[in-house]
């Protein structure tokens, strides 16, 4: 992959056009949340700056820097901050997610306060068995005790809020996609430290690549959203 993105860029270089330049498509690993949130906006940029394409692969963000490591893809939104070996990384910022509810599941379930005993019994959403961050927010709360509840299990960041917009559960869900939820008061904070900030990074195989390089840049402009520390 990395040869054929190389004789991409040679040939675009040299001005050629339409079937004289072969194809070129770039594997990245990107988070769910980020796919559904801001990452689109990245390949925008890219599809404005190349020829190249992207073969995207929607992957959790404590897992995406495997499929660098394997080789599966060539660049990866992940979690990770410490460098995959022969990769270059970029700090993006971060995700914040925010445990919430409804109103009324609120009252119904944690009318008492958060605590290791509502967490037990009030049915929790899942995006999938890789998703840690209820079970992070919940230790928070609860420390070592065995943490049990009812659980839905749904692999969709969009229906994942609408989910909670209907009461199924509480959830820790990604700030940019329930903004209006809760300035409206459709969804609210479990309690008053309800959020998590995931730093993101870009990773990307050292390929001295025009491709690669329009889309490193491609992604940087598009996170600038993220929430950044002061």
Not at 30 to 57: C, G, K
Not at 193 to 211: C, F, G, I, K
Request: proline content about 6%.
């Amino acid at each position: 992959e990395q040869t054929a993105l190389l004789e991409h860029d040679a040939l675009d270089r040299l001005g050629l056009e339409g079937d004289a330049v072969p194809h070129a498509s770039i594997a990245v690993a990107v988070n769910h949340d980020s796919l559904e949130t801001w990452f689109m906006d990245a390949a925008r940029l890219f599809a404005a700056r190349s020829r190249a394409t992207l073969d995207l692969q929607s992957e959790d963000q404590d897992h995406t820097a495997a499929l660098l490591r394997n080789g599966s893809v060539m660049g990866a939104v992940t979690a990770l901050a410490d460098p995959v070996q022969g990769c270059r990384i970029h700090p993006l910022g971060s995700m914040r997610y925010v445990a919430t509810c409804t109103p009324d599941f609120h009252a119904r379930h944690f009318g008492q306060g958060v605590n290791a005993r509502s967490l037990a019994s009030a049915p929790v959403l899942v995006f999938n068995r890789k998703d840690a961050l209820q079970a992070r927010f919940a230790r928070k709360v609860m420390g070592d005790v065995p943490w049990q509840p009812p659980v839905w299990w749904l692999p969709s960041s969009r229906a994942f809020v609408q989910a909670t917009l209907d009461g199924l559960g509480w959830t820790m869900n990604p700030l940019p996609l329930i903004n209006e939820a809760l300035e409206s008061g459709r969804l609210v904070p479990l309690r008053a430290r309800a959020t998590e900030d995931v730093p993101l990074y870009w990773q990307h195989w050292r390929v001295n690549s025009q491709a690669m390089e329009a889309l490193t840049q491609s992604v940087l402009a598009a996170a600038g959203n993220l929430v950044r520390r002061r």
